[in-house]
């Protein structure tokens, strides 16, 4: 097993982008994105083949499926900048657990962003309530503990986005032993967000 000793020294000794540098990076990117003057930057291919010899991402994202959904694109950045990770409803659990330690442990990565997104299915879904098909089950259940967000709003989806955002950020920021204790360090960020379909926004709402 990892020692906590053995986990902060490997993460102090990791080539990365510091968090704040890197959320810099993404507001730049998606201001670029919301006003329609991309870049599009690292995506020819010399840059692809230079990839090929490995990844150092400055930046974990963890969203929805949702096909109108893409953060490279609506943070305008190129191949190998972003760890993405995506499911409906953006939900923690192990294996994002897993594939998110591997990018802050062995990939560099300072900044983990959790990004929920205007009428969003999933949430929608378990803020209805009721008998969902299939496995799709276990997506409302890990959703349903944000509904308590939505009891006095006016908009209990956009609510139960926005608090589903935080609650996953909070499971990952507290996911021991090598995140927990990376945001402890202060070698890592854990911040919550919320994406506006209509208008190609990312608004940053909670950090860790």
């Known amino acids: 097993m990892v020692s906590v000793a053995v986990t902060a020294t490997a993460l102090a000794s990791t080539p990365s982008v510091d968090s704040a540098t890197a959320l810099q ?5 998606n201001q670029r994105f919301v006003s329609g003057k991309l870049a599009a ?6 840059h692809r083949e230079q990839l090929a010899k490995g990844q150092h991402p400055f930046a974990v994202v963890l969203t929805c499926a949702d096909s109108r959904l893409a ?6 950045q190129g191949l190998g900048d972003l760890f993405v990770l995506r499911n409906a409803g953006n939900v923690v659990d192990d294996h994002v657990l897993g594939s998110i330690e591997y990018a802050v442990e062995h990939l560099g990565a300072r900044l983990i962003l959790v990004v929920g997104h205007s009428k969003c299915g999933a949430v929608a879904a378990t803020v209805a309530g009721g008998e969902v098909p299939g496995h ?7 959703i349903a503990p944000s509904v308590g967000a939505a009891a006095d709003a006016t908009d209990k989806v956009d609510a139960v986005v926005r608090a589903n955002a935080r609650h996953m950020a909070e499971q990952i920021a507290a996911s021991g032993p090598i995140l927990s204790e990376a945001v ?3 070698a890592l960020r854990v911040v919550a967000a919320r994406y506006d379909l209509a208008t190609g926004e990312v608004q940053l709402l909670d950090n860790h």
Do not use: K, M, N, T
């Not at 799709?136 to 890990?142: A, E």
């Open 71 to 76: 953060p490279e694109i609506y943070f305008d």
């Open 136 to 142: 799709i089950g276990s997506i409302v259940r890990s």
């Open 25 to 29: 990076r993404l507001a730049e990117g």
């Open 184 to 186: 402890r360090h202060g």
């Open 41 to 46: 930057p690292r995506r020819d291919p010399a």
